[in-house]
């Protein structure tokens, strides 16, 4: 029996010896720290049904199914069930946004369809084809997140899930140790567009960003396969716009579709209007109706530290700590100095995986919060210590809790943001 026939029979995977659902298929990946191989035997103990190696060796009955390599078996699996299933799929990448954009797509198709879509941020070589096997016959559509650090990295998920459509959020200074420069980020997104210009159906492109609009030329993505939104209205291009309307702190929007409507989010943020305005023209895409399109957006609500709204008691919180590049550090902190508050404070930490261009990024961040009269920062991590600056600047996260717990702010409008690595989300209980 091949091992899609298996697959079929027991649908549900595991990569996690630690989670072993009864009937499950158990897929023995390597890390750079360990050898799943290893921990096939104790998977198949708590309830796996196989066991997939790539080390004979470690096999000890028909339960154990050897391959050449576990990691290629698990992708080329998820491409042919996806195959299988023959659903429409939108591939979604991008430096800022990507996730929430997603969450809002998935949230507005909800209103019409039967989805799937990226659980968390399960968006790189393994979480790709773990998403793409949760598919089911009764799925109607489904949106997958692709995450990259590396050139390369967007062309070879393209080729696992295969989309259909593909929507790139933006490109920005993210991951510039891995992809050496900002053109390195756009050449590596642009292989969603390159992806679809071949063997897609079309793009949905945010047409007041003059990147995006370059990469789509350079990769030969027809006008016919474009499906532009923007906040601008470009006449030679028929597209969803939208303004708007207030952001202090929750986004409010207009939207125009052929007719236009109004949309209150859940959303901080001024910037986070063109994640919204996307979702507005993905569902007008797929046929939903302005009414599902505007419940679908107010029924989002932003979770797991992004752009999430917390009042505490003693203070208010802006948290934003999940991720951070200069140029979402950039919007989050101009988001804030228009903000109507009076008591301010910024709690930031560094924006890490900038390589050579770190110290750069970190001093422009610095005279960001100079030039907006910002008095009231507290910075966390090393390379904020490594700029000239009047702060205060702690090297860990738990130097400033240990602060936080004997001197509390309190009744101030609080913005937190900061790379994942620095782990702010720690002190939001301080507050």
Known sequence: MELYDIFLEHPVITTDSRNCPAGSIFFALKGDKFNANEFAATALEKGCTYAVIDEPEFARDDRYIVVKDVLKSL???????????????????????????????????????????????LNNHIGVPLTLLQLRTEHQLAIVEMGANHPGEIKALCEIAQPDFGIITNVGKAHLEGFGSFEGVMKTKAELYDYIAADGLGIFIHADNGYLKQMAEKSKVHPDKQVAYGMKSHPDLSMVTGKVM????????????????????????????ENVLAAVAI?????????????????????????????????????????ANPTSMQAAILNFAVMQTEKKMLILGDMLELGAQSAEEHQSIISLLENN???????????????????????????????????????????????????????????
């Open 75 to 121: 992708q080329e699996l998820a491409t042919r069930h996806r195959k299988e299933v023959g659903i429409k799929i939108i591939g979604i990448t991008g430096s800022n946004g990507k996730t929430t954009t997603k969450e809002l797509i998935a949230s507005v198709l909800k209103e019409k369809y039967k989805i799937h879509y990226t659980q968390g941020n």
């Open 246 to 273: 207030a952001g202090d702190p929750f986004l409010t929007m207009e939207c125009q579709t052929g007719t236009v409507f109004d949309v209150k989010t859940r959303l901080i943020g001024t910037y986070n209007a």
């Open 283 to 323: 569902g007008h895409f797929f046929g939903l109706k302005n009414n599902q399109i505007k419940q679908g957006i107010e029924n989002y609500e932003p979770k797991n530290n992004r752009s999430q709204f917390v009042e505490t008691g003693k203070n208010k919180l802006i948290v934003d700590a999940y991720n």
């Open 373 to 431: 009269g910002f008095e009231h920062v507290l910075l966390v991590g090393k390379e904020f210590q490594k700029t000239k600056n009047t702060f205060r600047v702690f090297e860990k996260v738990e130097e400033l809790s240990a602060l936080l717990n004997e001197q509390c702010p309190e009744n101030y409008t609080i913005l937190i943001k900061g790379s994942r690595g620095i782990q702010l989300e720690k002190i939001i209980s301080l507050l």
